[in-house]
């Protein structure tokens, strides 16, 4: 039986969790103190390397990587993720790690607040500016969601390195097809509630709060809007709803299973005015048919009241096949999924930011 490996980014440190055997064990908090907005796994290499976007109150925002399973954590002389000079800009936050498509090894994306795409070649350890998309002449009206100005999703395209996909609060989703040199708004569909009659499909502008791609087709794409749930079949040419069966499409996370096309997860809450789960309860909803209806997966969660939530980087898939599902709450909880049954991690944890999980060899 594989171990499985689950990091838990908190607001308070880092939250490493083993299953082996069948049993969950957590080990004590890493890198105490800082608040840790993205994880990130990345399994190309002879070793996993695991990333940890990191802010700390006194020193500010970092990259750390780790190469032996958490037991030490590094980062370069120099800060990793930095604004030029010339921008003006100072980072506030990492927001997102993804290691690149696997024929391009050496390859890990950032996405930061203020709103920029960061590019590593040396495996995360340094990262530079994409300059098209920070020039883009959008981004002066991009604007701050209630919890900041984020760039939070980075969807590379399978196979072909050329394309990317990547989202904003507030922002909405942009798409480039000649490797980064220029971006083009990917919004067509995706209603902005906030904004009057008549204008509420703009070019730009749309509260994005998570985007996750199907692992079938490159072109399906599920989107966890302010107000809404949607889906692509054309790689975010056309948004179209996808909210059949839940109870609620006000959220912020959405997660696809990694080898079963149509499947993916998310946890609605109520609505905007109201960040509560229908009824109090914990419930996690999948599609199996692509975004056309959802059910609710969420045996074995505790049933008593819960007045929290998942965050947009709180919900993920591990790698493993069947894939194992699994979630943080801002409520310090942490829940693993295998065979449609839920199973408690952890508890009392502070509360939880990000998540992701690997099997190991």
Avoid at 54 to 62: K, L, N, Q, R, Y
Avoid at 183 to 194: E, L, Q, R, V, Y
Wanted: proline share 8%; aromatic share 10%; with cysteine.
């Amino acid at each position: 039986m594989s171990d499985t490996l689950l990091l838990a980014g908190t607001r308070k440190g880092l939250v490493l969790a083993r299953k082996r055997a069948g049993s969950w064990e957590t080990e004590s908090l890493q890198l105490p103190m800082q608040a840790i907005y993205a994880v990130g796994i990345d399994t190309r290499g002879p070793a996993p390397r695991l990333f940890a976007g990191a802010t700390s109150e006194h020193w500010g925002p970092t990259v750390l990587h780790s190469d032996d399973l958490g037991r030490s954590w590094g980062e370069p002389d120099r800060a990793p993720v930095a604004f030029p000079e010339k921008t003006g800009t100072a980072l506030g936050r990492v927001w997102q790690i993804q290691p690149g498509p696997a024929d391009q090894p050496g390859v890990v994306y950032a996405g930061t607040e203020p709103s920029a795409l960061f590019r590593s070649e040396d495996g995360g350890r340094n990262f530079e500016l994409n300059q098209a998309l920070w020039d883009h002449p959008h981004r002066p009206e991009w604007a701050p969601g209630f919890g900041g100005q984020a760039l939070h999703t980075i969807v590379p395209y399978p196979g072909r390195p050329e394309r990317m996909l990547v989202a904003m609060s507030t922002g909405g989703v942009y798409r480039t097809v000649d490797g980064g040199r220029s971006w083009d708004p990917a919004n067509s569909g995706i209603k902005c509630t906030f904004l009057p009659e008549g204008e509420q499909y703009p070019e730009f502008g749309q509260c994005v709060h998570k985007v996750a791609p199907d692992a079938g087709d490159p072109e399906r794409l599920y989107l966890q809007n302010h107000n809404g749930v949607y889906r692509t079949q054309d790689w975010g040419q056309t948004w179209t709803e996808a909210a059949k069966g839940l109870p609620g499409e006000f959220g912020f996370a959405v997660a696809a299973d990694k080898h079963k096309s149509g499947h993916a997860y998310l946890f609605p809450l109520t609505s905007d005015g109201f960040r509560f789960t229908p009824e109090f309860r914990r419930r996690v909803y999948r599609t199996q048919d692509g975004g056309e209806a959802w059910q609710s997966v969420s045996e074995g969660l505790p049933v008593e009241d819960f007045y929290g939530l998942v965050l947009r980087d709180a919900l993920c898939t591990d790698d493993g096949e069947p894939a194992g599902a699994y979630l943080g709450t801002r409520t310090g909880e942490l829940y693993a999924c295998a065979d449609d049954q839920w199973t408690t991690v952890a508890t009392g944890l502070p509360d939880v930011l990000s998540v992701r999980a690997t099997v190991l060899d």
